[in-house]
């Protein structure tokens, strides 16, 4: 079943004078917006906001899992924090393969061993400490989370989506309702989907964000929150400990930079793809546009020549990237040069596209567990940060008495270099699972600067689709001039080379379907939808926030 994009809806987006935050729950929003009023500068209110996203969107995002934040400070350098999950020190790759040597099925999506050491709380108290205004406290900006798992939280179509997920992997193992008793008593009706307007109750995550809010980082290091994580893991047959917790590093990183016409468009480096395949994207578009004019909407050249450029930059993706590393460093360095992009232009054919191994070759033989927020405040400084714990509901494990849910990262590495990953990607050892290293990851959050303020800052949920929603918001806002409630909500598209198929928003024009498949492409409309993007661009004096209207975020601000 196709998704269409939803139309843009008045409620989805606002226009605001002096500061913004688009999350996809509008408590998240107005988390960060209460603390912005109170003086905070933008990377506090992204914590405020990120915190709060861990209690209202359970099923996306949370303490169990990681993320990254790229944050512009006026007069300052863009700065990229990782803190993406690691694989436990003590978990070994032999233990995902079955006797054949191929993987256990399931085994890297549920329960104990799909866990890698969740770093969420290190990364959001790391960009506190060390980017916040300091006018506002660590217990402040936790306050309102706390506010809010404190009330029930009450079932929204995105919740009961998550709920219908894990009650249809009920049918595939019935044992799921044992294993993860604690998630499916809390998250679904008896094995029934819950209804919009139920109440789920999310008050053990009161007492976790106080522990948190007391004692900082400690608080997940040891004492009764790593104890019960580490326990709910091990129990259910994972080898996560507490070394892994306690030595988890936050990474600054070099954001990726592209020059892009008057903009320069900042994105997340490896671990991240995001970054490398948006800046290669946008280079071969540059040059295209200096011979031939402008990229366009709604134009079948534009969108065969936008879904080539695409398929060279995953295949890249697919045998370059992985965790950061001299190798991966030197290999972005290439994938992002201008001489690559003259390549990949200089293959170009406007009329036809090419079988897969024309793209590149590998040596070696559905969206719900991410969300992105964004927040300008009145200093122009500005946040986009996306926060997932892998599939819906992470390794579907619930940790007894804290409300934290538990990520399925592992899924997010190579166990099998002939194995495609949960969202189908193929990719090389360079993202071999290893103990200690970060999986590859598709989240991109991006801001866009001109003249060194942000003109726009965007990202999305939706594994690899993030890439491509991410990237066709920016396209469609700042080389098409489209209002940003329409650049969210209007069709897309997504290819990620293997499969070799193209995913079309059901709202595609007929043209444009139909110049695709003149040039030999095959189409087929999203199982799903096409990731959730969250954005805020300028607009005269102010700003425009926008929470895609498919997920039902709400924006907040002044
Ligand atoms: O980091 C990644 O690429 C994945 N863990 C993202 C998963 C995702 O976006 C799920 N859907 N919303």
Redesign the pocket.
């Given at each position: 079943m196709g998704t269409a994009r939803q139309p843009s809806s008045a409620d989805c987006w606002r226009d605001l004078s002096r500061f913004a935050v688009a999350a996809d729950h509008e408590a998240a929003s107005r988390a960060g917006a209460e603390i912005l009023a109170r003086g905070g500068n933008a990377v506090d209110a992204a914590v405020a906001t990120s915190f709060t996203l861990a209690v209202v969107r359970p099923q996306?995002c949370g303490l169990g899992g990681s993320g990254f934040m790229l944050i512009h400070r006026m007069g300052h350098g863009p700065i990229a924090l990782d803190f993406?999950e690691t694989a436990p020190a003590a978990a070994l790759r032999e233990r995902y393969l079955g006797e054949n040597g191929r993987p256990i099925p399931g085994a890297t999506r549920f329960g104990g061993g799909a866990v890698a050491a969740p770093s969420q709380v290190q990364g959001l108290l790391h960009a506190l400490e060390r980017y916040g205004s300091g006018r506002v406290s660590r217990r402040d900006v936790i306050a309102p989370a706390i506010r809010v798992a404190a009330e029930p939280l009450i079932a929204d179509r995105h919740v009961c989506r998550a709920s219908r997920e894990i009650c249809d992997e009920l049918t595939a193992d019935p044992d799921f309702a044992r294993r993860f008793s604690e998630l499916y008593s809390r998250f679904t009706r008896d094995g029934k989907p819950l209804d919009p307007g139920d109440a789920v109750d999310r008050r053990d995550m009161v007492e976790t964000l106080t522990i948190i809010a007391e004692r900082g980082i400690d608080g997940v290091r040891d004492g009764r929150l790593a104890d019960a994580m580490v326990q709910a893991a091990q129990q259910s047959g994972g080898a996560l400990r507490h070394a892994d917790l306690r030595e988890y590093q936050v990474r600054e990183r070099d954001p990726i930079v592209t020059r892009f016409g008057p903009f320069e468009v900042i994105g997340m480096p490896p671990p991240?793809?995001g970054g490398a395949v948006t800046a290669q994207v946008l280079q071969v578009l540059a040059l295209h546009a200096a011979e031939h004019g402008a990229w366009r909407a709604n134009d079948p050249a534009s969108a065969h020549l936008l879904v080539e450029a695409i398929k060279h930059a995953f295949a890249d993706r697919a045998s370059r990237l992985g965790d950061d590393a001299e190798d991966v460093r030197r290999d972005v360095a290439w994938m992002t040069s201008q001489q690559r992009a003259r390549q990949v232009l200089s293959a170009f054919d406007p009329t036809r596209t090419r079988p897969t191994d024309f793209y590149g070759k590998l040596a070696t033989p559905?969206?719900?567990?991410?969300?992105h927020y964004c927040v300008v405040d009145g200093e122009g400084n500005a946040v986009s940060g996306?926060d997932?714990?892998?599939?819906?509901f992470g390794s579907l494990i619930l940790v007894p008495g804290t409300g934290i849910i538990l990520?399925n990262?592992i899924?997010?590495f190579v166990i099998d270099p002939e194995t495609p990953n949960a969202?189908g990607l193929r990719e090389s050892p360079r993202n071999l699972f290893s103990p200690g290293r970060r999986?590859?990851?598709?989240?991109s959050p991006a801001i866009v600067l001109r003249d060194g303020r942000a003109e726009l800052i965007a990202g999305?949920?939706?594994?690899?689709?993030?890439i491509s929603a991410t990237l066709e918001t920016i396209l469609y806002a700042i080389v098409c001039g489209m209002d940003l409630d329409d650049a969210v909500a209007a069709p897309r598209l997504h290819h990620q080379w293997l499969p070799d198929e193209i995913w079309l928003s059901r709202t595609t024009s007929r043209d444009v379907v139909a110049g695709l498949l003149d040039r030999g492409h095959t189409v087929r409309w999203y199982p799903g939808t096409g990731?959730?993007v969250q954005a805020i661009g300028r607009r005269g004096d102010g700003w425009r926030a926008v929470c895609d209207p498919d997920k039902g975020g709400r924006p907040a601000g002044e």
């Amino acid at each position: 079943m196709g998704t269409a994009r939803q139309p843009s809806s008045a409620d989805c987006w606002r226009d605001l004078s002096r500061f913004a935050v688009a999350a996809d729950h509008e408590a998240a929003s107005r988390a960060g917006a209460e603390i912005l009023a109170r003086g905070g500068n933008a990377v506090d209110a992204a914590v405020a906001t990120s915190f709060t996203l861990a209690v209202v969107r359970p099923q996306s995002c949370g303490l169990g899992g990681s993320g990254f934040m790229l944050i512009h400070r006026m007069g300052h350098g863009p700065i990229a924090l990782d803190f993406r999950e690691t694989a436990p020190a003590a978990a070994l790759r032999e233990r995902y393969l079955g006797e054949n040597g191929r993987p256990i099925p399931g085994a890297t999506r549920f329960g104990g061993g799909a866990v890698a050491a969740p770093s969420q709380v290190q990364g959001l108290l790391h960009a506190l400490e060390r980017y916040g205004s300091g006018r506002v406290s660590r217990r402040d900006v936790i306050a309102p989370a706390i506010r809010v798992a404190a009330e029930p939280l009450i079932a929204d179509r995105h919740v009961c989506r998550a709920s219908r997920e894990i009650c249809d992997e009920l049918t595939a193992d019935p044992d799921f309702a044992r294993r993860f008793s604690e998630l499916y008593s809390r998250f679904t009706r008896d094995g029934k989907p819950l209804d919009p307007g139920d109440a789920v109750d999310r008050r053990d995550m009161v007492e976790t964000l106080t522990i948190i809010a007391e004692r900082g980082i400690d608080g997940v290091r040891d004492g009764r929150l790593a104890d019960a994580m580490v326990q709910a893991a091990q129990q259910s047959g994972g080898a996560l400990r507490h070394a892994d917790l306690r030595e988890y590093q936050v990474r600054e990183r070099d954001p990726i930079v592209t020059r892009f016409g008057p903009f320069e468009v900042i994105g997340m480096p490896p671990p991240s793809s995001g970054g490398a395949v948006t800046a290669q994207v946008l280079q071969v578009l540059a040059l295209h546009a200096a011979e031939h004019g402008a990229w366009r909407a709604n134009d079948p050249a534009s969108a065969h020549l936008l879904v080539e450029a695409i398929k060279h930059a995953f295949a890249d993706r697919a045998s370059r990237l992985g965790d950061d590393a001299e190798d991966v460093r030197r290999d972005v360095a290439w994938m992002t040069s201008q001489q690559r992009a003259r390549q990949v232009l200089s293959a170009f054919d406007p009329t036809r596209t090419r079988p897969t191994d024309f793209y590149g070759k590998l040596a070696t033989p559905e969206d719900s567990g991410t969300s992105h927020y964004c927040v300008v405040d009145g200093e122009g400084n500005a946040v986009s940060g996306t926060d997932t714990v892998n599939l819906t509901f992470g390794s579907l494990i619930l940790v007894p008495g804290t409300g934290i849910i538990l990520n399925n990262e592992i899924d997010d590495f190579v166990i099998d270099p002939e194995t495609p990953n949960a969202f189908g990607l193929r990719e090389s050892p360079r993202n071999l699972f290893s103990p200690g290293r970060r999986p590859l990851s598709s989240m991109s959050p991006a801001i866009v600067l001109r003249d060194g303020r942000a003109e726009l800052i965007a990202g999305a949920s939706g594994g690899p689709r993030i890439i491509s929603a991410t990237l066709e918001t920016i396209l469609y806002a700042i080389v098409c001039g489209m209002d940003l409630d329409d650049a969210v909500a209007a069709p897309r598209l997504h290819h990620q080379w293997l499969p070799d198929e193209i995913w079309l928003s059901r709202t595609t024009s007929r043209d444009v379907v139909a110049g695709l498949l003149d040039r030999g492409h095959t189409v087929r409309w999203y199982p799903g939808t096409g990731g959730h993007v969250q954005a805020i661009g300028r607009r005269g004096d102010g700003w425009r926030a926008v929470c895609d209207p498919d997920k039902g975020g709400r924006p907040a601000g002044e």
